[in-house]
């Protein structure tokens, strides 16, 4: 291993590359095993929780329950038409996003021999939209002493003199980490197919003292001193003290091979466990839409703030803060301490993991990638070839309107997989009821909504629920004064099978109005060997806004964004009668003191993209 040292002590020239070519996160520690019942159950819970993050080796969910008989035909189904996936076997982070040379890169941590975590290499796959995908040949694989138990997350930059160079996260037989460098054989080739890694150097980094050894992963660059060509990363970690804090160290670096840790931590917040997947990029604060995307590397101004996001590696969440960043002192300081990185604002509520964002050079704006893993068994994962998706590219927004928070929405090429629409407007909905919405086929579908509470019934109702929580609240079907209402779909005819995503608004003890984006997995399958939660949160609403809602339903994921993206939920389902032609869309309002209009609801059939290997025989894609 290398030296712990701040300081590499490696020639400050950059050698010429060995031709040669994330671990399960540091989440399973086994509970004391002196009590066989306690030590059961602890065993169960911690299988539960990995495989719900998607990024452990463990077995399933549901430890005990019996495993549901899944046919051909439902497993099929799974498969989803318009959201990247590997062609088969496991993938999980996303790693390295980049335009280049007419085509979108993406990598991925990927296990090309099974459908499940194991043997983590980078997959490699392109685009010319950003929604029809072509697979490519690993990019980097686990064959080096510093890299053996796995390849795992890391960034990609293009410099001044046309290299492209890779900084990526190894694992040892032990499981230490390191930070590794590749650089890509040929830089004139657009597809960039072949990479090879620096083995005279290798790893460029190792944990400084102070941090564990299997908590340092994922640099990413934040910052380019142009005037003396200094790069600055930041790697995500967390301190040995009591206080559990989660911090952004920054190391600086000139050739990639010699880095220098800075005294002091970019930012850090107590008691919310290991930070990874760590980014801090730019945001514009005023200007249209088209204008307000900018490059990672812009001097804060006026109309400029930094965005800190960070993976909860302890409850695997995404989670930001908005703030101000200091390139001189190379310190990031939130607007709002109580809305600090892990305690306040999340990019999704729902299975959103590790994300991470790019600047688009050709349309401008700053698009985000995520990963959104399996919470079935892995056996059914096995039986079906492939395990994972990525969520939908998203482009990234400082919400102008209310300025606390950031917008997330679907990248305009999207919409260019609509097909047929079903139009429906002004449809109340009582009390207490459900209304179908008969579309041709609801498998694979986009849907936007608007919806209005009666305005009369809203001012009289008096309950204070300021308690209200997705989570904890039972679901859909819970009824309260002002909620649920909103939309099912992957519904079956007598509704036992379901997605609800609906919204609820609780009224605080001084009148406030408090809403609430949630979506309800318990009845999303008939299926017991599979993680089903409520999940959600609460976002902002104006005066004079309608509620918006747009679902996206691509089979087994389900995408949903509230107020043109304030908030949003990402749920993996499993029905097993709601698929095919069964599947349905209804209206429902649960609410027993408020009718709901549905003031508009648009359905498009969504049109399948490409997901296949590059025809290397061609030399294009097919």
């Keep these: 291993m290398g030296s712990p040292d701040l300081e590499s002590t490696h020639s400050s020239l950059l050698p010429?590359?060995?031709?040669?070519?994330?671990?399960?996160?540091?989440?399973?520690?086994?509970?004391?095993?002196?009590?066989?019942?306690?030590?059961?159950?602890?065993?169960?819970?911690?299988?539960?929780?990995?495989?719900?993050?998607?990024?452990?080796?463990?077995?399933?969910?549901?430890l005990g329950a019996e495993e549901y008989p899944w046919s051909n035909r439902v497993l099929t189904w799974q498969k989803a038409g318009f959201h990247f996936r590997t062609v088969k076997n496991y993938m999980n982070d996303p790693s390295g996003p980049m335009y280049y040379k007419g085509w979108y890169h993406i990598f991925y941590q990927h296990n090309p021999d099974a459908a499940y975590w194991g043997n983590i290499t980078w997959g490699h796959a392109v685009s010319r939209d950003l929604l029809n995908w072509f697979h490519l040949p690993v990019a980097v694989k686990p064959d080096r002493w510093y890299d053996t138990f796995g390849v795992w997350t890391g960034s990609i930059m293009i410099l001044p003199d046309g290299r492209v160079i890779m900084l990526y996260t190894?694992?040892?037989?032990?499981?230490?980490?390191?930070?590794?460098?590749?650089?890509?054989?040929?830089?004139?080739d657009p597809l960039l197919v072949e990479w090879v890694k620096y083995d005279d150097v290798n790893p460029v980094l190792n944990p400084p003292p102070g941090i564990g050894l299997t908590d340092f992963r994922d640099p990413n660059p934040i910052w380019i001193n142009e005037t003396d060509s200094t790069w600055y990363f930041v790697?995500?970690?967390?301190?040995?003290?009591?206080?559990?804090?989660?911090?952004?160290?920054?190391?600086?670096?000139k050739n990639f091979v010699n880095f220098t840790l800075l005294p002091h931590v970019l930012h850090s917040v107590d008691k919310v466990g290991m930070w990874e997947c760590v980014?801090?990029?730019?945001?514009?604060?005023?200007?249209?839409?088209?204008?307000?995307?900018?490059?990672?590397?812009?001097?804060?101004?006026?109309?400029?703030?930094?965005?800190?996001?960070a993976s909860m590696n302890d409850e695997w969440h995404d989670y930001y803060a908005i703030g101000t960043f200091d390139p001189e002192t190379m310190t990031w300081t939130p607007d709002d301490e109580t809305m600090d990185v892990g305690i306040g604002l999340?990019?999704?509520?729902?299975?959103?993991?590790?994300?991470?964002?790019?600047?688009?050079?050709?349309?401008?704006?700053?698009?985000?990638?995520?990963?959104?893993?399996?919470?079935?068994?892995?056996?059914?994962?096995?039986?079906?070839?492939?395990?994972?998706?990525?969520?939908?590219?998203?482009?990234?927004?400082?919400?102008?309107?209310?300025?606390?928070?950031?917008?997330?929405?679907?990248?305009?090429e999207v919409e260019t997989l609509r097909m047929t629409s079903t139009n429906f407007c002004d449809i109340t909905v009582e009390k207490g009821t459900t209304f179908?919405?008969?579309?041709?086929?609801?498998?694979?579908?986009?849907?936007?909504?608007?919806?209005?509470?009666?305005?009369?019934?809203?001012?009289?109702?008096i309950e204070a629920d300021i308690g209200y929580n997705c989570s904890t609240s039972g679901g859909a079907t819970n009824r309260g004064q002002l909620g649920p209402f909103g939309l099912l779909v992957l519904a079956n005819e007598d509704l036992s099978e379901q997605t609800?995503?609906?919204?609820?608004?609780?009224?605080?003890?001084?009148?406030?109005?408090?809403?609430?984006?949630?979506?309800?997995?318990?009845?999303?399958?008939?299926?017991?060997?599979?993680?089903?939660?409520?999940?959600?949160?609460?976002?902002?609403?104006?005066?004079?806004?309608?509620?918006?809602?747009?679902?996206?339903?691509?089979?087994?994921?389900?995408?949903?964004?509230?107020?043109?993206?304030?908030?949003?939920?990402?749920?993996?389902?499993?029905?097993?009668?709601?698929?095919?032609?069964?599947?349905?869309?209804?209206?429902?309002?649960?609410?027993?003191?408020?009718?709901?209009?549905?003031?508009?609801?648009?359905?498009?059939?969504?049109?399948?993209?490409?997901?296949?290997?590059?025809?290397f025989k061609s030399q294009q894609a097919p």
Excluded at 446 to 455: G, L, R
């Design 16 to 62: 010429p590359p060995t031709p040669g070519s994330r671990p399960p996160r540091n989440t399973l520690r086994w509970l004391s095993l002196a009590l066989a019942a306690a030590s059961l159950l602890a065993l169960a819970l911690l299988l539960v929780t990995a495989r719900d993050s998607g990024s452990g080796p463990a077995s399933g969910p549901g």
């Design 436 to 461: 179908e919405l008969i579309v041709p086929d609801a498998n694979q579908i986009d849907i936007e909504a608007e919806f209005q509470v009666n305005k009369e019934e809203l001012e009289a109702a």
């Design 346 to 412: 999340r990019f999704d509520w729902g299975k959103f993991y590790a994300s991470r964002t790019f600047y688009d050079q050709v349309k401008q704006r700053r698009v985000q990638w995520s990963y959104v893993g399996e919470v079935d068994d892995r056996d059914a994962d096995v039986k079906k070839g492939w395990a994972s998706f990525q969520a939908l590219p998203r482009e990234v927004l400082f919400d102008v309107k209310t300025r606390t928070n950031l917008l997330t929405w679907p990248i305009k």
């Design 170 to 188: 190894g694992g040892t037989v032990e499981k230490y980490q390191n930070i590794n460098l590749a650089e890509a054989a040929d830089p004139s």
């Design 500 to 615: 609800a995503t609906y919204f609820y608004v609780s009224r605080g003890t001084d009148g406030s109005l408090h809403t609430h984006l949630c979506q309800d997995e318990m009845r999303s399958s008939k299926a017991h060997n599979i993680v089903k939660r409520v999940v959600g949160g609460t976002f902002a609403v104006l005066d004079g806004e309608l509620l918006s809602l747009r679902i996206l339903v691509d089979h087994s994921i389900v995408e949903s964004f509230a107020q043109g993206g304030r908030t949003s939920t990402t749920s993996r389902v499993y029905p097993t009668e709601a698929i095919y032609e069964a599947a349905r869309v209804f209206l429902f309002n649960n609410a027993t003191g408020v009718t709901v209009t549905a003031k508009s609801v648009k359905i498009w059939q969504m049109n399948s993209t490409i997901n296949q290997y590059y025809d």
């Design 235 to 253: 790697i995500g970690s967390k301190n040995d003290s009591l206080q559990h804090t989660g911090i952004a160290m920054v190391y600086t670096t």
């Design 279 to 309: 980014e801090l990029y730019a945001v514009a604060t005023s200007g249209p839409p088209s204008t307000r995307g900018l490059d990672n590397f812009v001097w804060p101004g006026e109309n400029v703030k930094h965005v800190l996001k």
